[in-house]
């Protein structure tokens, strides 16, 4: 399909080209992302080189090197004499950088900085010392994120970088768009199944029902999406053992340190699971959440950061052992995934999407001065005969900040049934405990659908009520 998207991207990256100076760009993002897709968009048209790295050797690679220099330009002594060594590859493309503006995309450049250790001091000292003064753009691009993170952001080319950025996953909106022909509702299915990631959306076929890519293009042996998360986690990291057991137990409902550590049990031979956690969340696969107001780092939970790897551990790998030996696609789904799929969706993904709307909304100019938003938890009363003091955690799914003041309170329901006055009942019950909330607070009501009394009722209830079809207006 058609290039989706990615306007802030290629306006980052457009920058850096009408700046007319030396630009050193770092794009980097995790595998099946879009950066390929991104930089052949950005640069069409332009005088480019784009070397797309492989694993193997030096000679390889500058092989490799040499058929995108040719590619751009014909040199007979070049296609004669391929490029001997990094030295004469870094001489080269700054002779072809002096004749003019020059674009020079290394695409997994983790490839070429590993099977030579000395490239990324060459780098710096040509950079240093030739190329600041040449009309070149170069982008070091990759999808190891560890590697980018411990040496590329903050090795040689440290400090001497015009920009770095990460690609995410597209949103909720971006997403849909792969999908024109389904309901709204099987677009936030959609979206809670795969997530963002381009590659993912492009393994369903937008031409049959959810229920049926699911089954054939996730759950089936042989499937991109089937082994596509174990990948993943195995490409960033040599010893995956441990971190699969958290993985799982993190998807499988297990959000807060002792329990994610109870589950674990001796996975990790007795070490702390800090550090794995730590690393996990540096790689964005997991993510800590705390209380967007008012709330002690000792209530934060853990969460799997990506919708699609969330299904994966919830559903895939539990099932894997069946699928693996004879068990079809289609009995896991109707037995495990779909009679639990629409819960499943309703927290994170509905509640992440309807934070999401909240955000859209704020950059259009509504609700100024919000800086934040996210969600509330935390204890509230809730007396029973002979336990005047007793206490529950009480919740609410989306919360705005202004400062510390709270501009928006609401509550995201994806529910079968419609949206009722008992849902709004129990936001003005919690809301009174939640720091910041004050008259001015707004109240929200988001569902799939709204009970018709409640809807005739919002205006006078001062209750703004959101819709599937609003999410996506």
């Not at 290394?106 to 250790?117: H, K, L, N, S």
């Not at 229920?211 to 089936?220: G, M, T």
């Not at 919360?399 to 129990?426: D, Q, R």
């Amino acid at each position: 399909m058609a290039f989706q998207n990615r306007a802030e991207e290629l306006a980052w990256l457009e920058d850096g080209w009408t700046s007319g100076r030396a630009e050193l760009r770092i794009l980097y993002g995790r595998r099946r992302i879009g950066k390929s897709a991104l930089l052949d968009e950005f640069a069409a048209g332009k005088r480019s080189i784009i070397f797309q790295a492989v694993e193997g050797t030096v000679a390889d690679q500058l092989r490799d090197l040499t058929e995108a220099i040719l590619a751009c330009q014909d040199d007979p002594v070049l296609r004669a004499a391929p490029l001997p060594n990094w030295a004469a590859a870094l001489a080269y493309l700054a002779r072809m950088a002096s004749n003019g503006r020059l674009l020079v995309i290394f695409d997994e450049y983790q490839y070429v900085a590993e099977a030579d250790p000395t490239l990324a001091s060459q780098l710096q000292r040509w950079w240093s010392r030739h190329a600041m003064q040449l009309p070149i753009y170069l982008v070091l691009c990759g999808s190891h994120i560890r590697f980018f993170v411990q040496n590329v952001l903050t090795g040689p080319a440290y400090g001497r970088n015009t920009g770095a950025l990460q690609l995410k996953p597209l949103g909720y909106r971006d997403a849909a768009q792969f999908f024109p022909g389904w309901s709204r509702e099987d677009q936030v299915r959609a979206y809670g199944v795969v997530g963002g990631v381009p590659h993912y959306l492009l393994q369903l076929d937008p031409g049959r029902p959810l229920s049926w890519n699911v089954q054939q293009n996730v759950l089936r042996r042989g499937a991109v999406l089937y082994q596509e998360a174990e990948l993943l986690v195995r490409e960033e990291l040599r010893e995956p053992r441990v971190y699969f057991s958290i993985l799982r137990a993190i998807g499988g409902g297990a959000t807060r340190l002792n329990r994610i550590a109870d589950q674990v049990q001796g996975a990790a031979g007795g070490a702390n699971l800090s550090s794995y956690l730590a690393t996990l969340q540096e790689l964005g696969l997991v993510e800590y959440r705390s209380p967007v107001t008012g709330g002690s780092v000792r209530r934060g939970i853990w969460t799997v950061a990506d919708p699609y790897l969330r299904f994966w551990f919830r559903f895939v790998l539990p099932n894997q052992a069946q699928l693996e030996h004879g068990g079809s696609a289609e009995r896991v789904y109707r037995t495990a995934v779909g009679p639990a799929l629409d819960h499943f969706v309703s927290k994170p993904t509905f509640e992440d999407i309807c934070r999401a709307w909240v955000l859209d909304r704020v950059s259009q100019g509504e609700w100024p001065g919000v800086d934040r938003v996210g969600a509330w938890w935390g204890p509230i009363p809730d007396p029973r005969p002979g336990q005047p003091r007793r206490q529950t955690e009480g919740e609410i799914e989306v919360i705005a900040m202004a400062g510390n003041h709270v501009a928006l309170a609401g509550e995201a329901k994806w529910t079968a049934g419609s949206v009722g006055f008992g849902v709004l009942e129990h936001l003005r019950r919690v809301i009174p405990h939640v720091p910041g909330v004050d008259a001015q607070t707004e109240l929200v009501l988001f569902g799939r659908a709204f009970d018709p009394r409640l809807a005739a009722a919002a205006d006078a209830e001062r209750v703004r009520l959101v819709s599937v079809d609003d999410l996506y207006a």
